[in-house]
């Protein structure tokens, strides 16, 4: 005698094998996000780069009146008033959660002429820096008149 067979327990198969299916490719998609290489001498001087170009960025960001707050910085080291923009800056650098992590930093602010480089501003509160470290810089345009001025922002390990 035969015995008749209900959709249900195909239904159930399809079920199953569709869940199968999600499941492996859940279990893939996990193992390819893994790390693959262990991190080397290359790929944190990269990070620290990335670290400074990001610091240095936010500090540049413009604001309503077409300045920054690095540009005040700088203006304010260089017209003769006696302000420290390399120590103001390194002080930034301090409030960051990298300085924790043991990031250290070293600013310069140097002055960009027709006769050379001239170092206007400088602070190395953690000492020099080791030859390994890497060097970002971002360059500030002062108008009236028009100077430009690159501030150096040298981040190591320590």
């Known amino acids: 005698m035969m015995r008749k067979y209900g959709k249900r327990g195909q239904m159930h198969t399809i079920e199953a094998l569709i869940a199968l299916v999600l499941i492996i490719g859940a279990v893939t998609f996990a193992s390819q996000m893994s790390p693959k290489q262990v991190y080397t001498g290359g790929d944190v001087k990269t990070q620290l780069f990335l670290y400074g170009k990001d610091f240095l960025n936010l500090l540049d960001m413009e604001r309503k009146n077409h300045t920054s707050w690095l540009y005040h910085q700088i203006n304010g080291a260089v017209n003769g008033s006696g302000w420290d923009a390399a120590a103001n ?10 300085n924790e992590k043991g990031v250290f930093c070293k600013v310069e ?4 002429t027709a006769d050379g480089i ?3 501003n400088s602070n190395a509160s953690f000492g020099e820096p080791p030859k390994e470290a890497v060097t970002v810089s971002k360059l500030v345009t002062l108008v009236k008149p028009i100077r430009v001025y690159e501030v150096r922002l040298t981040l190591w390990y320590a």
Not at 109 to 112: A, D, Q, S, T
């Open 89 to 98: 800056i390194t002080n930034e650098w301090l409030n960051t959660s990298l």
């Open 109 to 112: 602010i140097v002055n960009l």
């Open 118 to 120: 001239n170092v206007v």
